[in-house]
C-alpha cells in the first residue's frame, strides 16, 4: 500500500499537497535486489512538489501470529527519469548548493515522464539522466552525495529544509518513480508495497501489492547441448543457455569421461559468444511464471573444444553453469558421444599396371567423419603368411573439407605403387589404411596379379621364298608391362654339320587398339613407349626378316625367339624348313568362288617377290581312287591383285554333271623352271544340286473346267529352274496318273523370283483332282511333291434354310425398269395384278462360277418363268447376289 500527504512548510511558507502512489509494477531483480516502478499522483487538483515527498517500501513477512508488513530500511527511489546519485545532488545541493532562494529543477527526462505541466512564464533547464539498464539495476548514487529527506525510505523524519522545496510553478500532478530494494536473499518471492509519510509522521494511503522474486540460478534443463564436430582426440561443441533475469550465467562447465566403470570425470570451461540474443520474456519464480515488462533474458552461446581425448572411443558429457546466485542444482542428462572411428578396410583393389619389378594397384577407401585417412600399409604373402613390404608408394586424392572447415565421411581413390617385386612372380596382396583413431579392424580383400614376364614363344612364320633370298615374317603379342626389345631369328642349311646364324628382326608394323595396322615407325615407338609407361595395355607386332645370299635350291631351317626386360624366351619357335628356289611359292588361300552344273569356278593367291619368275600357269589335280589326278581343259585368269607382289586367280574346273558328288581340289603354281615345291592345301567343292520339291502349294483361284494353283520352288546355286512338271489325277477309284493340261509354268515375278503360277485346264466340274509336281532344271527333275487335292467349281445350290418362300400379292406391284429381258417361254407381264405368287429364293454363286439366270415354273406341265437377281427388301437399288425373284401371274399359276 502506497500513501502519501503535503504540509505547509513553516519556513518559507509553501503547501504541500498530498500524493498518492498508485500502478506499482515489478520491473527487474538481479541476485540480491529487486526493482519496482510506481506512479505518484496528486490527491485533488493541487500539485505537490516531490522533494516535500516521502515514501516508504514494507515487505510482507510470514510470522508465528500471522503475516504482518515490515519496513525496509535499504531502500530507495527516485524519479523515473534520473539516476539515484543525480537525484541525490538535485534534492540537497551538493556538491554546489544552490544560492537562497533558487530552487533546484527537475531534469526534462524526469519532467516528461512525470508529466509535468510547468508555467508559461518560466523555464528550467534540463539536464537528461541515465535510465535503468537492461538487468534492472540502477546505478549508485556518486561518491560523498547526501540523500535527502525523502530519499531514505526506510525513515520517517519530516521533509528536507526549505533549500529542497520546489516553486509552485514546477509543481507536479503525476511523477513515475523507480524503487530499488537490496539486501535480499537469491531464488526467493517476496511481496511488497509503497506508503507515504508526510511532516506529521502519519501513514497514509498505500499501493496495491506486487508479488516480486530474486534472480535464480541456471537451470539445467534450459541447457541446449550441440556437438558440432569430432576428430579423433577432440570433440567440439557448443550449449546454449538463457542468462536467468539479473543473475548472468559467469561460467558453463562441461564434465567428460570415457564411457566405462570406474572412469573419473574431467572438466572444461566453454567460452561465451560476445554477443548474446533475446529469449521469451517473463520470469521464472518457483513453477509459475511472471509476466514483467522488462526486457526478456538473453540466450549466450558457449562454445569449447574438448581435446586430448582417445581415438575411437565413447565419452559421457554432461553440462552445468554458475552464476551470482551459484551453480546450476543438477547437470544435464548424460550424453554419449565418441571420437572418431578408426577407418573401414580398404575396398575395391585392382591391380592396373603390371611391371617386371613392380605393379600399381587402385583401391577405394572412406574416410571416417572428422579423421580423414592418411597411412597405409600392405602386406604381402609369403611362405611364412602375410608379412609387411615396406618399399611401397601411395598416392591419395586430397581429402575436402566442408563449409565449415570440418571433414565429413567421404570416399577417395588411391594408388598403391609396389617396389621391389620379382619378376614371373605371384603375389597376393592386402591393405590396411590408418588415420588419427587407429589401423582399420580389418585388412582389405586379398588381390592378386602376376608381375610381367619374358615373352612366349613363337608360334608360326610365313616364309617368301626366292632364288637366293628368304623373307621371314611374323606377328607376336608383347607381354603386358614388358614389350619385346629384341627378336632375333636363326637360321642354317639342313644338314648334318651346318651352324646355327642368327639375325637381328625389325618390326614393320603394329596393330592398333581398334583392329588397325600402322606401319609407321613414329606410331610403333610410340605404341612400345605406352606398354611400358601404362603396363596394362597389350600390343602386336609384325616382324621381318630378310635373308639375302643363300645357295640355290637348298634347304634351310628357320627359327625365331624374342627377349624383353625380363629376359629371353623360354623356347625357340618350331623350326620351319624352307628351300630357296626358282619356282613359284606355294599357292595359299584356294576356296569356291562359286558353283555350275557341269564345274565350280576357284580363287587361289600365290606370291611373287624376291627375283621369282611370274606364273604363268596354274595346274589343276583331283583326288581320285588312288592318286591324284590332273583335271584337263582348266580355263584360269588372272585378276586385279589385292595386295602388292601377289597375283590373285580365277579358275573354271570342269567336273560333269554329278549334283551331291564331293570334289577334293588342289593347285600347283608353275612358271619358266617349273611347278611349284608344294601344292595348295586341298579344297573340297560340289556342283550344283538338283532343284527341291515344290512347297507351298495352294489354289489361287478355282474355275468350271480349270484350276489356278501357286507354289514355291527356290532356284539351286549356278542351275535356276527351268520349267515344272505337273500331273494330276481324279479323286476316284482306278484313277491313273497323267500329265495336266496345262498352260507353261512361269515366275510371278519375274526373273529371279521363286514363287510360280499355272493354270490346269480341260478339267470336269464340281471334281476332285489329286495334283502333284517337280522342278527341272539343267542338273535334273527335283523330286516330286507332296499330293494336294482340290475341287473344281460346280452347279448352283440352293441356300437353306429357309426354303424357297411362295407367297401371294393382294396388292399389284410394278415390274423394276431395270430387269433383264425375259424368257421366251413366257413373256413377263407390264405389272404385277393382284393375286400373283412372288417366288424369293436364294442361290449360291460357285467359285468362278456365278449363277447367269434362274427359272420358275408352277407345275411339271406350267411354263418356265425366268427369275431376275434382286433384293428381298424392297425399295433396294442394287440387287443382292445370290438372291432370286420369279413372278407367276395369276393365270399361270
Given at each position: 500500500m502506497l500513501g502519501c500527504m503535503s504540509s505547509r512548510d513553516k519556513s518559507k511558507g509553501v503547501l504541500a499537497s498530498s500524493v498518492t502512489p498508485s500502478d506499482l509494477v515489478f520491473v527487474g531483480r538481479t541476485a540480491d535486489s529487486v526493482t519496482v516502478e510506481f506512479t505518484l499522483q496528486a490527491a485533488g487538483k493541487v500539485p505537490f512538489d516531490p522533494q516535500t515527498v516521502s515514501c516508504c517500501v514494507q515487505q510482507l513477512e510470514e510470522g508465528t501470529f500471522g503475516n504482518s508488513w515490515a519496513s525496509l530500511h535499504n531502500a530507495r527511489w527516485h524519479p523515473a527519469g534520473m539516476s539515484a546519485g543525480e537525484w541525490a545532488v538535485t534534492a540537497t545541493g551538493c556538491p554546489q548548493a544552490p544560492s537562497e532562494g533558487a530552487l533546484p529543477a527537475l531534469p526534462a527526462s524526469a519532467l516528461a515522464l512525470a508529466g509535468a505541466v510547468p508555467s508559461s512564464s518560466s523555464s528550467t533547464s534540463a539536464a537528461a539522466g541515465p535510465s535503468v539498464d537492461a538487468a534492472g539495476k540502477v546505478p549508485e548514487a556518486a561518491p560523498g552525495a547526501l540523500p535527502s529527506s525523502g530519499s531514505n525510505l526506510g525513515e520517517a523524519g519530516s521533509p528536507s529544509s526549505t533549500a529542497g522545496l520546489v516553486p509552485m510553478a514546477q509543481a507536479l500532478s503525476t511523477?513515475?518513480?523507480?524503487?530499488?530494494?537490496?539486501?535480499?536473499?537469491?531464488?526467493?518471492?517476496?511481496?511488497?508495497?509503497?506508503?507515504?509519510?508526510?511532516?506529521?509522521k502519519e501513514m497514509h494511503s498505500t499501493s496495491a501489492e506486487v508479488k516480486c522474486c530474486t534472480s535464480d540460478r541456471p537451470k539445467a534443463d534450459a541447457i541446449n547441448t550441440v556437438f558440432l564436430g569430432r576428430t579423433a582426440h577432440t570433440l567440439e561443441?557448443?550449449?546454449?543457455?538463457?542468462?536467468?533475469?539479473?543473475?548472468?550465467?559467469?561460467?558453463?562447465?562441461?564434465?567428460?569421461?570415457?564411457?566405462?566403470?570406474?572412469?573419473?570425470?574431467?572438466?572444461?570451461?566453454?567460452?561465451?559468444?560476445?554477443?548474446?540474443?533475446?529469449?521469451?520474456?517473463?520470469?521464472?519464480?518457483?513453477?509459475?511464471?511472471i509476466e514483467t515488462t522488462v526486457p526478456p533474458a538473453m540466450v549466450r552461446r558457449w562454445r569449447g573444444k574438448i581435446s586430448q581425448l582417445e581415438g575411437n572411443t565413447g565419452y559421457r558429457i554432461r553440462t552445468h553453469a554458475f552464476n551470482a546466485v551459484g551453480w546450476s542444482i543438477d547437470f544435464t542428462p548424460e550424453l554419449v558421444r565418441s571420437t572418431s572411428d578408426r577407418p573401414p578396410a580398404p575396398e575395391q583393389l585392382v591391380c592396373l599396371r603390371r611391371h617386371p619389378t613392380s605393379a600399381t594397384v587402385s583401391f577405394q577407401v572412406e574416410d571416417p567423419e572428422g579423421a580423414p585417412i592418411h597411412t597405409f600399409s600392405a602386406s604381402m604373402h609369403g611362405v611364412m603368411g602375410y608379412s609387411a613390404h615396406s618399399q611401397c608408394l601411395f598416392n591419395i586424392q586430397p581429402a575436402r573439407p566442408g563449409v565449415d572447415d570440418r571433414y565429413p565421411r567421404q570416399n577417395r581413390r588411391a594408388l598403391c605403387i609396389l617396389e621391389g617385386l620379382q619378376p614371373e612372380t605371384d603375389y597376393c596382396m592386402k591393405l590396411w589404411a590408418q588415420n588419427d583413431a587407429g589401423f582399420s579392424k580389418t585388412a582389405s580383400l586379398p588381390v592378386q596379379f602376376r608381375t610381367a614376364k619374358r615373352p612366349l614363344a613363337l608360334d608360326a612364320m610365313h616364309v617368301q621364298v626366292g632364288p637366293r633370298s628368304l623373307s621371314v615374317e611374323w606377328e607376336h603379342r608383347d607381354p603386358v608391362?614388358?614389350?619385346?626389345?629384341?627378336?632375333e631369328l636363326e637360321y642354317c642349311k639342313d644338314s648334318v654339320f651346318s651352324s646355327w646364324e642368327s639375325v637381328e628382326a625389325k618390326p614393320i608394323a603394329v596393330m592398333t587398339a581398334t583392329g588397325e595396322t600402322s606401319v609407321e615407325p613414329a606410331a610403333i615407338d610410340a605404341a612400345v613407349v605406352v606398354g611400358q609407361v601404362l603396363g596394362a595395355t597389350v600390343s602386336v607386332r609384325q616382324w621381318r626378316v630378310q635373308l639375302d645370299g643363300l645357295d640355290r635350291e637348298t634347304p634351310y631351317q628357320l627359327r625365331a625367339r624374342a627377349m624383353n626386360c625380363v629376359g629371353w624366351a623360354p623356347s625357340y619357335s618350331p623350326s620351319i624348313s624352307a628351300r630357296t628356289c626358282d619356282r613359284p611359292p606355294q599357292p595359299v588361300g584356294l576356296a569356291c568362288q562359286s558353283r555350275l552344273p557341269g564345274g565350280v569356278w576357284l580363287e587361289v593367291s600365290v606370291d611373287e617377290v624376291l627375283g621369282t619368275a611370274p606364273v604363268n600357269g596354274i595346274i589343276v589335280e583331283r583326288s581320285g581312287t588312288l592318286s591324284w589326278q590332273e583335271v584337263p581343259d582348266v580355263e584360269f585368269t588372272r585378276r586385279e591383285a589385292q595386295a602388292p607382289n601377289v597375283s590373285d586367280w580365277d579358275i573354271y574346273v570342269p567336273l560333269g554333271i554329278n549334283p551331291g558328288a564331293v570334289h577334293e581340289l588342289r593347285v600347283w603354281a608353275s612358271n619358266v623352271f617349273g611347278r611349284c615345291a608344294k601344292p595348295s592345301l586341298p579344297c573340297a567343292c560340289m556342283t550344283s544340286d538338283r532343284p527341291s520339291p515344290p512347297a507351298k502349294i495352294f489354289c489361287a483361284s478355282r474355275l468350271p473346267h480349270a484350276l489356278h494353283l501357286e507354289w514355291a520352288a527356290p532356284d539351286p546355286e549356278g542351275a535356276p529352274v527351268w520349267r515344272f512338271e505337273v500331273q494330276c489325277r481324279k479323286e476316284a477309284a482306278f484313277s491313273s496318273w497323267a500329265p495336266a493340261f496345262a498352260t507353261d509354268t512361269i515366275r510371278r515375278g519375274g526373273a529371279g523370283d521363286e514363287n510360280w503360277q499355272a493354270v490346269l485346264e480341260q478339267l470336269d466340274s464340281a471334281a476332285l483332282y489329286r495334283v502333284c509336281m517337280r522342278a527341272v532344271s539343267e542338273v535334273g527333275f527335283s523330286d516330286w511333291s507332296p499330293e494336294v487335292v482340290f475341287e473344281t467349281s460346280g452347279l448352283p445350290q440352293l441356300l437353306g434354310p429357309p426354303p424357297p418362300l411362295c407367297r401371294r400379292l393382294?396388292?399389284?406391284?410394278?415390274?423394276?425398269?431395270?430387269?433383264?429381258a425375259t424368257s421366251s417361254l413366257a413373256p413377263a407381264p407390264a405389272s404385277v395384278e393382284d393375286g400373283s405368287y412372288l417366288v424369293d429364293l436364294q442361290l449360291d454363286d460357285p467359285e468362278g462360277a456365278p449363277v447367269l439366270a434362274c427359272m420358275v415354273r408352277c407345275r411339271d406341265s406350267g411354263p418356265w418363268i425366268l427369275a431376275r437377281r434382286q433384293a428381298l427388301t424392297p425399295g433396294t437399288p442394287v440387287p443382292t447376289m445370290g438372291h432370286w425373284r420369279a413372278v407367276l401371274p395369276l393365270n399361270q399359276a
Open positions: 511523477l513515475r518513480c523507480v524503487a530499488i530494494v537490496p539486501g535480499l536473499k537469491p531464488e526467493r518471492g517476496y511481496v511488497f508495497r509503497v506508503l507515504s509519510r508526510g511532516d506529521t561443441l557448443f550449449c546454449d543457455m538463457p542468462d536467468p533475469e539479473g543473475a548472468p550465467v559467469e561460467h558453463c562447465e562441461v564434465q567428460y569421461r570415457i564411457d566405462s566403470l570406474m572412469s573419473g570425470w574431467d572438466t572444461l570451461l566453454l567460452q561465451p559468444d560476445p554477443e548474446p540474443r533475446p529469449a521469451r520474456s517473463g520470469l521464472a519464480c518457483g513453477r509459475k511464471r608391362g614388358a614389350p619385346i626389345t629384341r627378336f393382294e396388292v399389284a406391284l410394278p415390274v423394276p425398269t431395270s430387269a433383264p
